[in-house]
C-alpha cells in the first residue's frame, strides 16, 4: 500500500510541480492533491465509516469522476459533506496500492495544469 513518500516521488515526476506546504502538492499555484486529515464535522458525518490513519485529497475531472471513483472501491475512496459541489475525492493512503495512486495524481495533476503543459507532457508519454 501506499504512503506519503511514494505520493511525493510520484507528484515530483511531474511537470511545474512542487510542495507548495507540507503534504500539499501544486502545479504551478494550482492544487492537485493534498493530506486532508478529518475534522470534527467529518467525523460527525461519517459516523463509523469514518475512516483511520492517513487521507488523500485530489482533484478531479467533475463530480461524475468522484462518484464513479466511491462506488467502484468504496474501500479506498469517500467523500464528506465538505466537499459537496466540488471535484474533489478523498482517499484512503494505506488502502490504495501505488499504481492506483500514480493514476490518481496523474490524473489530478492533468486537471489542474495549464492545457499546453498537459499536452505536452501527454504527448511525451
Known amino acids: 500500500m501506499a504512503d506519503w513518500t511514494d505520493v ?14 507540507p503534504r500539499a502538492w501544486r502545479v504551478r499555484k ?10 470534527k464535522a467529518d467525523y460527525m458525518a ?9 487521507i488523500l485529497g485530489a482533484r478531479v475531472p467533475d463530480e461524475g469522476v468522484k462518484f464513479a471513483l466511491i462506488a467502484d472501491k468504496p ?8 466537499f ?14 501505488v499504481p492506483e495512486l500514480t493514476e490518481l495524481i496523474t490524473e489530478a495533476w492533468l486537471v489542474q495544469a495549464p492545457r499546453t503543459l498537459a499536452k505536452a ?3 511525451d508519454r
Open 75 to 82: 474501500a479506498v475512496y469517500f467523500t464528506t459533506p465538505h
Open 8 to 21: 511525493a516521488r510520484i507528484a515530483a515526476g511531474l511537470p511545474e510541480t512542487n510542495e507548495a506546504t
Open 84 to 97: 459537496d459541489g466540488y471535484p474533489s475525492v478523498l482517499a484512503r493512503l494505506g488502502a490504495i496500492d
Open 46 to 54: 461519517l459516523g463509523d465509516a469514518a475512516p483511520d490513519g492517513d
Open 30 to 39: 494550482k492544487l492537485v492533491v493534498w493530506e486532508r486529515p478529518l475534522r
Open 121 to 123: 507532457f501527454l504527448a
